[in-house]
C-alpha cells in the first residue's frame, strides 16, 4: 500500500517531465526530418555540416568558453572572500538579487551605459580617452553575458567552498605549504565539483544566446541561438531550426554525461 502511494506522488512528477521535457525534444527531433516544405527530408542535417554553420558552432562554442571563463576567473575569488566575510548571506544575496530582474530590463540598462551617450563614455570623456564604440562589440557582448551568469557560477563554488573542512586548509599550513600551494593541492581540488557545477550550469546556456547576440552585439556576433531565432521566426525554416536545436541538446547532453561520470570517478 505504501508503494502504491509512493507511485500516486509520482504522478505530477512524471507528466511534468513528459509534458515540457519528453514532449518539447520528440516536436523538435520530428520537425528536424522536415524540410520547408514540410516533406520528409535529412537535408537539414547535410545543410548543418557545411562551413557557415560549422563557423557559426565553433564561434558559439568559442564565446560560450570566454563566457564560463571569465565567470569562474570572477566568482571562485569572489566565493573565496564571502565564505570568510562577516554576514556572509546578506552579500551573497545582494550579489544574486540582480538575477531576479527580468534579461530583458538589464539587457536595456546596459544599452544605456554603454550607448554613444551613456555612463560609460562620459567616464571615458572624463578621462581623457575620449568617446568610444564600446556598444555593438564582442567586449559588450561578453562582459554582459559574464555579469549574468557570474551568480550560476557563484553559487556552486561557494557551496563548495562552504562544505571544506577549515582543518584540512590549516593542516596544510602547519606542514610548511604556501597559500598558494594550499590552495593549488588543497583548496582547489576538494572544491573542483562545485567548479564542475558552475561551469556546467554557464556553458550550457551560454551555448544558446540569442537575445544578448541582438540587442548587445547587434548581430555582430552570431551563435547557434541566433540562427535558431531566425529560423523560426524570420525565415519560418522550422526544419533547419528543429536542427539545429537538436545539435545543442545532444551536446548538452554529452556535458552532463561527461562532467557526471567525472563526478561519480571522483568520489570513487
Known amino acids: 500500500?505504501?508503494?502504491?502511494?509512493?507511485?500516486?506522488?509520482?504522478?505530477?512528477?512524471v507528466a511534468w517531465i513528459a509534458l515540457f521535457v519528453v514532449a518539447p525534444i520528440v516536436l523538435i527531433v520530428y520537425y528536424s526530418f522536415q524540410d520547408i516544405e514540410g516533406n520528409w527530408s535529412l537535408g537539414n542535417y547535410a545543410h548543418f555540416f557545411t562551413p557557415v554553420y560549422m563557423r557559426m558552432t565553433l564561434s558559439s562554442f568559442w564565446y560560450a568558453l570566454l563566457i564560463t571563463f571569465f565567470s569562474l576567473l570572477i566568482a571562485y575569488p569572489t566565493a573565496f572572500l564571502l565564505t570568510r566575510a562577516k554576514h556572509k548571506q546578506l552579500w551573497l544575496l545582494l550579489i544574486i538579487l540582480p538575477s531576479w530582474v527580468n534579461l530583458l530590463l538589464k539587457a536595456y540598462a546596459f544599452i544605456g551605459l554603454f550607448g554613444t551617450y551613456g555612463a560609460a563614455n562620459a567616464f571615458l570623456e572624463a578621462v581623457g580617452i575620449g568617446r568610444q564604440q564600446i556598444l555593438f562589440t564582442d567586449f559588450s557582448f561578453v562582459f554582459v553575458s559574464v555579469y549574468i551568469f557570474i551568480p550560476f557560477m557563484l553559487l556552486p563554488v561557494f557551496n563548495s567552498l562552504e562544505e571544506l573542512n577549515p582543518s584540512l586548509v590549516q593542516a596544510a599550513r602547519d606542514l610548511g605549504a604556501s597559500p598558494w600551494t594550499t590552495?593549488?593541492?588543497?583548496?582547489?581540488?576538494?572544491t573542483i565539483g562545485g567548479v564542475k557545477s558552475g561551469c556546467q550550469a554557464v556553458f550550457i546556456p551560454a551555448l544558446s544566446l540569442f537575445m544578448i547576440t541582438r540587442l548587445i552585439a547587434g548581430n555582430r556576433v552570431?551563435?547557434?541561438?541566433?540562427?535558431?531565432?531566425?529560423?523560426?521566426?524570420?525565415?519560418q525554416?522550422?526544419?533547419?531550426?528543429?536542427?539545429?536545436?537538436?545539435?545543442?541538446?545532444?551536446?548538452?547532453?554529452?556535458?552532463?554525461?561527461?562532467?557526471?561520470q567525472r563526478r561519480k570517478g571522483a568520489r570513487g
Do not use: C
Not at 590552495?183 to 576538494?190: K, S, Y
Open 183 to 190: 590552495f593549488r593541492r588543497v583548496v582547489f581540488p576538494l
Open 222 to 235: 552570431i551563435t547557434l541561438g541566433t540562427a535558431i531565432e531566425q529560423h523560426f521566426l524570420v525565415t
Open 1 to 13: 500500500m505504501r508503494t502504491s502511494a509512493r507511485n500516486y506522488y509520482l504522478v505530477p512528477y
Open 237 to 260: 525554416d522550422w526544419g533547419m531550426g528543429a536542427t539545429i536545436a537538436v545539435f545543442l541538446v545532444i551536446v548538452m547532453a554529452v556535458i552532463m554525461v561527461v562532467t557526471g
